[in-house]
């Protein structure tokens, strides 16, 4: 307990150091919250945004339909096996799909795109972004039923509008060349041009039939879990699922490589930039105890020559470590806190750097800048800051410890 006193005493001797070293820790706590909230905030929306792509934070998907994603490829008992996903804890929604590649033709043009199939009774906004995304029409309402739901980048390339006919051409379950009628129901706009441009929505049982599939048939199973970060947990306990078997269960990481290689380079720079932080705060802590401990060379040469040991003054030093890790630490809580606050409700504007596409590795991205905490992440920087500071002190601590009592006190 005394120690304790005599560190909390020794750092406020110069308190105009000390204050601009526990001001220099806030600031740098202050980055650090910035730099990894707006991690886990930006990072989790691109993921959840990914999965209301058509794949879901875990795939189940046809064995190697990774690799070579053709129609003929295609999963069985999936009515089964989604009640049996569904069922699991944490899994938000579970939803039955058949992605493929098409031809969509009008009377006056023909593009190539991509199209998911869905059962509109299971799709809803919070599970499909081009739901959520509809600016004229609406959803299909029958799944047998002839409709399609296009991007509105796709309809102005087939000069098409609302009520209008599509014809769309891909090939079956055993590879031949099939088309069928649609009308267009509803158009979405997301603001990623390579989905308004080439995507549509269809209605699972109709592409059923003319893909040659039994009912009960598809090529996807999207699950919606409530946190990204328990993916690998989620896939682990479908993959354990009997009708899964012979199934090939996914996170996003692998269903969306391009998706986790961008944000695998965005967090190495993040976490340089943690980095660079982290060593500034060292070097303040550094020096002002190197200071500290240089300028009371003949105060710890009489402490020693009374008694005191090494071992004790290196602790001293170190409690004195701890001390000023905490009064930085409450500073950086206290500047750090109304600027959370802001950055968490409302954030930062930067609609204008983006221009028209919202879009970054494919998905589309929140173009305000905002932050939010996650538990673990919290932990990590506290921890870091109070690691940091031990660090830091543990060279002039040695250097107290090494003091010579006699030559300090001949120069007394």
């Known amino acids: 307990m005394k120690l304790n006193q005599l560190a909390w005493r020794n750092i406020w001797r110069r308190k105009r150091r000390t204050l601009i070293t526990a001001f220099s820790i806030g600031f740098g706590v202050m980055l650090s919250v910035t730099f990894t909230g707006s991690g886990d905030y930006t990072y989790t929306q691109m993921i959840d945004m990914g999965a209301s792509m058509g794949m879901g934070h875990v795939t189940v998907e046809p064995l190697d339909y990774q690799l070579k994603p053709t129609l003929d490829k295609r999963l069985s008992e999936t009515d089964t096996l989604r009640q049996q996903i569904f069922a699991l804890d944490g899994v938000v929604d579970a939803t039955v799909r058949i992605t493929g590649q098409a031809m969509f033709a009008s009377a006056r043009k023909s593009i190539g795109g991509a199209f998911i199939a869905v059962d509109p009774a299971f799709e809803k906004p919070d599970n499909n972004l081009l739901l959520r995304s509809l600016v004229e029409g609406e959803m299909f309402a029958e799944k047998d039923g002839r409709g399609i739901v296009i991007g509105s980048k796709l309809a102005e390339k087939l000069h098409v509008k609302i009520g209008k006919k599509v014809v769309y051409t891909t090939t079956d379950a055993h590879g031949e060349i099939v088309s069928n009628i649609a009308r267009i129901t509803g158009l979405f706009l997301t603001g990623i041009d390579m989905v308004d ?118 602790r001293l030093v170190m409690v004195e470590s701890f001390w000023l890790a905490v009064v930085g630490l409450i500073l950086g809580i206290i500047i750090t806190a109304p600027w959370y606050y802001y950055l968490y409700y409302t954030g930062i504007d930067l609609s204008g750097t983006f221009g028209s596409d919202f879009s970054y590795g494919g998905v589309l991205v929140d173009p305000v800048f905002k932050a939010r905490l996650f538990r673990e992440s919290i932990i990590a920087i506290l921890a870091g800051v109070f690691l940091l500071a031990l660090l830091a002190g543990l060279y002039p601590a040695w250097r107290a410890g090494r003091v010579p009592p006699i030559e300090s006190l001949k120069t007394i």
């Open 197 to 314: 441009g080439n995507m549509a929505l269809l209605p699972i049982a109709s592409v059923q039939k003319t893909l040659g599939y039994a009912a009960d048939e598809a090529s996807v199973i999207a699950v919606i879990i409530s946190d990204q970060r328990h993916a690998e947990a989620m896939r682990d306990s479908i993959a354990a699922l009997p009708q899964a078997k012979n199934a090939a269960v996914l996170t996003w990481k692998k269903a969306q490589p391009d998706l986790a290689g961008v944000i695998a380079f965005d967090k190495a720079g993040n976490y340089i930039s943690q980095f660079l932080v982290g060593l500034l705060i060292a070097v303040g802590i550094l020096n002002t105890m190197l200071m500290s401990v240089l300028e009371r060379n003949r105060e710890f040469g009489v402490m020693m020559a009374v008694g005191m040991s090494p071992g004790t003054l290196f």
